[in-house]
């Protein structure tokens, strides 16, 4: 991993017990002892302290009130929960809300990040421009004020009855942004399901072409059969239920919206921040991403008879995502835990509830390990995942 | 068969290229060419893009200046304008700016913040950089703006760190965590890299793990658990807790970005200080510490930006910076409908120093680029 420090030359060559102070390496391991003992020592006494301390309030300690019976209501939850249920529960409730919001956040971060970081390469001076402005006024601007910023937008918003039409495809109103859906049908989950083996027998139809490319040296274009082998299935299942094609629209009725999907107001703030913040970094990566392929090699690429489409498939693309993944993975990761300012708006995440439950219980401690933690394994899996990815994608010394 | 000979030299005359000139300048006409007009497609991208931004910059004049109200006590005047309302900030700035501070005091948080950014601007400039000036300098800082934000003496009232808030508060939170952070950082990057395997764990599990969680959890932590910690009777005042923790938190990034730097110092620097026989701290400060500091600069600088805007997340646990002063202002009945010119002038407050310290970073690098530093 790290080179260390090169230490001082060798030992005395004879040895005296007044020798052994000033050898290297006993020094070296009196340090390290020293060290250790103070790590240790100085953890008893804070845990001493704190065992002390929480006697004498009558707090109790441990994880024991995970079961208790929470008392609180959740707004929002992707499972079923009712102040009946848990403390664990209702954490439960929070970690869904925080990757729910962050999956979002990612996907609008990535799409407005690389758009933006193209735009910043562009030969069009004004483009350049626009992207530039764009990235150094997101960038610069703390993260919660935007999402209190857009909080604000959205409570200000018209009522549902006076709400903002998007082009009859959905309302925004201050009740959060209402749009329109396919209407339940059983098709769906078979469509899905025929998706998803559409990837699975695109892949391997991917695998066998190039297989046989490296076998006979003859090249065959997959791109339109992969297109259809995935996109097929799901529309000849969708055909084989009598193509279902009724809408779910959503409607103004009273107060609220009847039909459609609403994601709440406090979604819509907290996932427009943090995505937007997030946005003009990955624009900035993408930009040194593209940058990083030589112009000569484009220029040989082409002078050789690429076509444009191979081109950008394996020679840009191959080396720009070497440079993007490992800075794209830690901005993911920052997004993840920019999504606990959820505390400020109310949006109910897994810190806005540990909140809730370290108020009630009293239970600091405990409630803020089990946020720390949840927060240390989503950073550790999002960069192990990213990891995987960034091996298949690294340069491969052969 | 005879064959024709093939011609290898061309006929036609060479067109001269003209000297590369780094002082010329492109006339204007072939720069509109080759940067907005290169072909047709991109002609008409431009003209589409340029008309969308000046009805946008038509839209913002209309709303921000032509329409605006810039002055007036009574929120109606505004109500009845169609454009924005400066008048919110005119008429809130100090609540804004200063929080919860005793409104009859605020001379003292001007006088304050003149001090603060003399003080920091004269520790900028490399002229001031020897220790016979800077020591003075920070000590009469630190005593001044400690006198004035405390009171209590000299016929000051006294008031309390509870009550401190707005822009000064910002700077003051801002200031600490870079004054504890740098120093932290070195320590963490060193230690990462030390020779001693229990003190590279201790850096390692320290950093990565801090790294790993949201500065709220850390800021839960300074404000709800640290007391805990703490044996009976001991107390620390929260603000310094809350400044501790957001030091720690930025310490361990700017750990990462040092060590990043520490990594760029080839071998035989320590070689060549070990065949001195420098010890290790002597080698560190005198032969490392610069080269490698002066390598990551421009990474420090985005993580001292990022710091200043870190200090807004103490919103979170009720510290009254210009954020949390200004929201709070923004529950004001008659007022409040103003928000979005107040958000922008606090956005612009974070932009213009932002912008001011990744210019100085951007100068530092120049000094650095030509030997001065």
Not at chain 1, 127 to 146: F, G, K
Not at chain 1, 377 to 387: F, Q
Not at chain 2, 67 to 78: E, L
Not at chain 2, 315 to 335: C, E, K, N, R, S
Request: charged share 15%.
């Amino acid at each position: 991993m790290t080179d260390a420090t090169p230490g001082r030359l060798g030992k005395p060559p004879t040895r005296r017990p007044k020798d052994l102070l000033y050898s290297e390496s006993f020094r070296t391991a009196l340090y390290q002892v020293a060290l250790a003992a103070g790590v240790v020592l100085l953890g008893l006494y804070l845990y001493q302290n704190v065992v002390e301390n929480l006697g004498r309030q009558n707090i109790a300690t441990g994880f024991g009130f995970l079961d208790e019976v929470s008392q609180f209501e959740i707004g929002e939850r992707l499972i079923d929960y009712s102040s009946r249920d848990s403390y664990g529960r209702a954490l439960l409730v929070g970690l869904m809300n925080t990757l729910s919001v962050s999956a979002a956040g990612i996907v609008v971060a990535t799409v407005i990040g690389f758009a933006v970081g193209i735009m910043r390469v562009s030969t069009n001076w004004l483009l350049q421009r626009i992207a530039l402005t764009y990235v150094e006024i997101v960038r610069n601007i703390p993260v919660i004020l935007q999402v209190i910023f857009w909080a604000a937008v959205i409570r200000n918003l018209p009522a549902p009855r006076q709400a903002l039409d998007l082009w009859g495809l959905g309302f925004l109103s201050n009740r959060g942004l209402t749009f329109l859906l396919p209407a339940a049908h059983p098709a769906h989950v078979w469509m899905l399901a025929a998706f998803a083996a559409g990837i699975a027998a695109a892949s391997v139809a991917a695998r066998m072409a190039r297989r046989h490319r490296e076998a006979t040296g003859r090249y065959v274009d997959m791109l339109w059969p992969c297109i259809g082998l995935i996109l097929g299935p799901p529309v000849l299942v969708w055909l084989g239920f009598g193509a279902p094609h009724e809408l779910s629209f959503p409607e103004r009725q009273g107060f609220n919206f009847t039909g459609g999907a609403t994601i709440s107001p406090e979604f819509v703030a907290l996932m427009a921040g943090i995505a937007l913040y997030s946005s003009g970094f990955i624009a900035e990566i993408v930009r040194a991403g593209i940058q990083a392929t030589p112009r000569g090699q484009v220029e040989a690429a082409r002078s050789i008879a690429l076509r444009p489409r191979f081109i950008l498939r394996y020679v840009v693309l191959p080396q720009a995502l070497r440079v993007i993944v490992p800075p794209l993975t830690s901005q993911y990761v920052s997004l993840i835990k920019n999504s606990s300012i959820a505390v400020v708006i109310g949006y109910p995440d897994l810190v806005n509830i540990g909140n809730t439950v370290m108020n009630q219980t009293g239970q600091a401690v405990e409630a803020i390990a089990v946020m720390m933690t949840v927060f240390l394994a989503i950073s550790l899996v999002t960069s192990l995942a990213m990891n995987f990815y960034n091996r298949l994608v690294a340069i491969k010394e052969r | 068969m005879t064959l024709a000979p093939i011609e290898v030299v061309r006929r036609e005359a060479v067109v001269p290229v003209p000297a590369y000139d780094p002082d010329a300048r492109t006339p204007v006409g072939v720069w509109l060419k080759a940067n907005l007009f290169r072909s047709v497609g991109q002609s008409l991208l431009t003209l589409a893009v340029a008309a969308v931004l000046l009805r946008i910059l038509w839209f913002v004049l209309d709303w921000g200046v032509f329409n605006a109200v810039f002055y007036t006590t009574d929120p109606d005047v505004c109500r009845a304008a169609t454009g924005a309302c400066w008048a919110v900030v005119v008429e809130k700035h100090r609540p804004m700016l200063f929080g919860l501070y005793p409104y009859d005091e605020h001379w003292r948080l001007v006088l304050m913040m003149a001090i603060y950014l003399a003080t920091v601007v004269l520790s900028l400039w490399p002229r001031c950089w020897n220790l016979r000036f800077l020591v003075p300098l920070w000590t009469g800082a630190v005593l001044s703006i400690g006198i004035l934000m405390f009171g209590g003496v000299f016929g000051l009232p006294y008031v309390p760190t509870s009550e401190w808030g707005g822009l000064p508060l910002t700077m003051l939170l801002f200031t600490g965590t870079v004054l504890i952070g740098m120093p932290v950082a070195v320590l963490l990057a060193l230690g990462r890299r030390a020779p001693l395997p229990v003190a590279r764990g201790v850096s390692v599990v320290f950093i990565e793990s801090l790294r790993g969680v949201p500065l709220i959890t850390i800021l839960f932590v300074a404000v709800n658990v640290f007391p805990l910690f703490l044996p009976a009777g001991v107390e620390v005042n929260k603000l310094l807790r809350i400044t501790v923790g957001i030091a720690i938190f930025f310490a361990c990034y700017q750990a990462e970005v040092i060590r990043g730097g520490l990594q760029a110092i080839p071998r035989g620097q320590y070689e060549a200080a070990t065949s001195l026989s420098l010890t290790y701290w002597q080698t560190t400060r005198r032969i490392i510490l610069p080269q490698a500091l002066r390598i990551s600069l421009p990474a420090i600088t985005n993580h001292i930006i990022a710091a200043m805007k870190n200090t807004s997340f103490v919103i979170i646990i009720g510290l009254f910076d210009i954020l949390t002063a200004t929201t709070a202002v923004m529950q004001d009945p008659l007022w409040r409908r103003f928000y979005i010119e107040a958000y922008l002038f606090v956005a612009a407050v974070y932009l213009f120093f932002g912008y001011a310290l990744s210019r100085y970073a951007r100068q530092v690098e120049k000094w650095i680029a030509s030997g001065r530093i």
